[in-house]
């Protein structure tokens, strides 16, 4: 009974594989909306301001920080999770592929979700006004609280893989 048990629970890793194919379809959907901004403004660029410009570049930046992350998530976690990728010997591999492990992993993840921040909070104190400062100043938080939790899990794990070694 313990076994079966065993064994169906294992199975059950496959659950997710279905998870980590939807994140390919939100990677279509994040290639549309990248393209519909670039055709929304082109016909504009020479009336929209310098700022409006950086802010649109900002934004085509932050959805590709956004897409990387998608990637890395969800190849990385198939592997970690799910089944090694059977990649061929003679196709191009991306270097980081089967050396995540989930630490590795939440680390690279808290990065990406600094940086997105951080290019997030760019784009407010270019569109800042007066009346906006409370606003703002939640923002610094809210980003200062990703650092933060950045740098904790990165001190987690380091303080982890010295008690390892």
């Known amino acids: 009974m ?36 670039i055709i929304h403004v082109f016909p504009l660029i020479l009336e929209i301001s310098e700022k409006d410009l950086i802010l649109l570049i900002l934004s085509l ?9 998608i990637i890395m998530v ?31 992993l939440k680390q690279k993840v808290a990065a990406s979700i600094v940086a997105i921040s951080s290019i997030h909070l760019l784009q407010k104190f270019m569109n800042l006004d ?6 703002l100043m939640w923002y610094v938080i809210i980003h200062m609280t990703f650092v933060l939790s950045s740098l904790g899990m990165a001190w987690v794990d380091r303080f982890n893989h010295k008690q390892k070694g």
């Open 2 to 37: 313990e076994k079966k048990f065993e064994k169906i629970m294992y199975a059950s890793r496959w659950l997710l594989a279905p998870i980590y194919l939807g994140l390919s379809l939100s990677l279509l959907m994040l290639l549309i909306k990248f393209f519909q901004e």
């Open 61 to 69: 930046v932050d959805m590709a920080l956004v897409g990387g992350l």
């Open 74 to 104: 969800m190849f990385s976690g198939y592997e970690n999770f799910v089944s090694q990728l059977d990649i061929d010997e003679n196709v191009e591999k991306l270097s980081w592929l089967g050396k995540l492990d989930s630490g590795s």
């Open 130 to 135: 007066s009346s906006n400062s409370t606003q």
